[in-house]
């Protein structure tokens, strides 16, 4: 007789290899490279297609000609033309020229078709040749040129700690900073959609395959729940790393070709720690509420219930307000808080500095609703299994939800 | 192994499924759960193998000289009405998975998965993806599931179902070798005829309820409603003279020779044959017992309509 941990290990792994296909896993690492690549090489593309836009340049009637010195915009070609054309050249909207810029001073005015993103660049460009002229017009110093046309702004240093001494951190490492709890959050989406995709399957599909009864005399509700939830959430893990490092061996080949050198993000040991506990953890707990609830689901086609299911996502995406505010009342709330601690609380350790009794609690309330929601989940695929052809009620599944 | 069931009661929403259903299963035995759709029956086999629970009665099972509310988990093969496995995994990865579950080692399980896709002809296929099967195939595989682990005591949920005569007889063979192998065998079924040559006791169930038990002869008897005897006479007689005959009720005329002859519970019918051979010479005097399937259905006919009369009552 197997023992109770061997048999959920059995389930595990039967579950994992399940939804482990060497083919599948190919075609979506291919995918992931064609991905990548059309997204590096995009601006290159529209580049390539895009027009060379000709501009009828006139100047009205307070300007004798239009100034020679006019800004070089990138697929834009000036035609100087005089006042006089004006009327012939409106005419030639859209067929002969793309726009008509009307030049009187430091009036600009550009008679176009209709609005489109290229006429931002020529309203950057001009706005800046404006600026110089009205600057070069009233006879300034070349120090006062330079004092005026030099933009305003402060300096922000970031201050870090290392070996005891306080650093201003450098501008790559805090580039490289944002990219870690960016990358985070990204991992922890496709994490979650993966055991989303995979709950339902592995439960609703298996009440309608019938394959139930036959297991349940094997095992305990209990045991295979436990199982499930550790064969899909080591699958959501399988996700999480291949992504990471497919865009971690990407991110290094472009910084290396680009001759940048190795590209090494800057974690600490922390942020692993915290990405083990918080993530490992919350994708268990996810994985159990979406077993709970698929448990419950008797025919995914004519249930209402799979969208309940999306309630456990939600933590995620509140993640990303706790990326721009991470020291905010309410972001730590939400680190704290065991429904959203997994998905919030690694965002908070890597964008500020975490006080640890914040980040002990935190583990410590998850890792107790973890136990309680695989309990929980458990009773309800006992109780979806005993139904026989029937969804249990709302009120059904609350008083069994809360019942250790 | 065996199982005492007693008094045992289970509701579901609207339904009362199973009522006050009480029978036994000894060991070796093979005991046939007999009814309609709709009867009970794989409620029952539910709370036998633990899926669910009697509201009222118990159920005890003794294995290995303790007392169990349930079949102990491992310690027998189910066969469940509804048929699955995974779709989308090969025969052998299904099996293979069960067997493990089961605590087989891989040699045990190679072992049983050679003898019996061999036996059911499905070696070759032992690679294709389960949904590849036919209904019948899938049928086996459930069936080699079941019997993998080679438990003492088998529960087969409708074994019959699906599968056509021929497949239907290699089933009926491997419960002939359990029989002989001592494994206790209880298996619910519909089709009598099946059953009849197999089973050595049988419960026959009908809207929750046993309707009757035992073995063949026992339920023939509780379920005979008429004692009716065949009579073949040398010369013509008319049924007028057969009336006459003290303790007889009713003749039947199959012929202007033969009659059917249906006699009261009280006569035996060596009075009834004594007084018979007065009005002429006979050539056959014989019994006339129905086989189970129209007994049941005689028993079962008149219980639904009792049944259906206190409902709208």
Redesign the interface.
Known sequence: ??NNT??VW??AK?EFL?FFKWKQELLSIGLMVGGMLVAISWGSIMAFFQPEYRIAVMPTQGMAQVPANLPTVTRVEWIRLPGSERERAQQALGDRYDGVMLIDGHDITLLVERRRDWQQNIDSAMADWVRERRISSVNLTPEQHAAVSDPAGIQINVLRTVSGETVVSDEPRERGRSLVSGGILMLLFIGVFSGFGLMMTAITA?KQ???????????TPQQWMDGKIIGVTLHCIKSMATTGIFVMVLLSVISIVSGRGMFVLPVTFVDVLTLIVFVGFGLILVNSMLAGFAATIDDPNHSSRPLVMFIPLFPVGMSFSVMSTPESAFSTFLSIFPLTSYATMPIRVAETSVPWWQWILAAVLLIATVYYVRRSAANLFNLG??M?G?EPTWKQIWQTAKAL | MEIFIDQVTKA??TVTAVKQASFEVRRGEIVALLGPNGAGKSSLV?ML????FPDTGSIKVTYNNQTYPH?P??A?G?L??????????TLKQNLT??G????MSKAEIDEQLDYWLERFSLVERADENLKQLSKGNQQKI?LI?TLMHQPPMVILDEPFSGLDPVNQEIVLDVLSELKNRGVTVLLSAHQMALVERLADRMVLMNLGAVVAQGTLTNIQEQLLQEHRIRVDFAESVTPEQIKSVPGVERADVITPTTLDIIHSPDTAPSQLLAALLKIGAIQNFGRQVPDLHSLYLQAVGKQTVAEETSHVE
């Open positions: 007789m197997l061997d048999k059995r389930v039967f399940r298996e395959q019938r394959v139930t009864e036959q297991l349940l005399t094997l095992m299994i005993t026989y029937k | 579901y929403a539910r193998v633990g899926l669910t079949l988990a491992g027998f189910y469940p009405e509804d048929r699955g496995l995974y779709q989308d995994r998975y069960i493990q579950l089961r605590g459930q599931a």
